[in-house]
């Protein structure tokens, strides 16, 4: 190979150990603080809990008195 593709080959090498020690220890700091990543399938659970919820609280003439309204209100899952 060329001395000019095994710079290439190198620099490119460079970077994504720069860019993986970077994250690394971003996520040390992180942990360290003690916050931790929230789960997709989280983050969507609560979006559908508020709108459901939203929806309840703007009509006045809804009573939701199903399982789920009460786990709902008692924060249980």
Do not use: C
Not at 9 to 24: P, Q
């Amino acid at each position: 190979m060329p001395d000019s593709a095994m710079g290439f080959w190198a620099a490119v090498v460079g970077v994504l150990v720069v860019l993986l020690v970077v994250g690394w220890s971003m996520d040390r700091a992180v942990r360290k603080r003690g916050s931790t990543v929230t789960h997709s399938g989280d983050i969507s659970y609560q979006a559908r809990e508020g709108r459901r919820d939203a929806e309840v609280l703007g009509n006045a003439h809804n009573h939701d008195v199903s399982w789920s309204s009460w786990s709902r209100r008692n924060g249980r899952r």
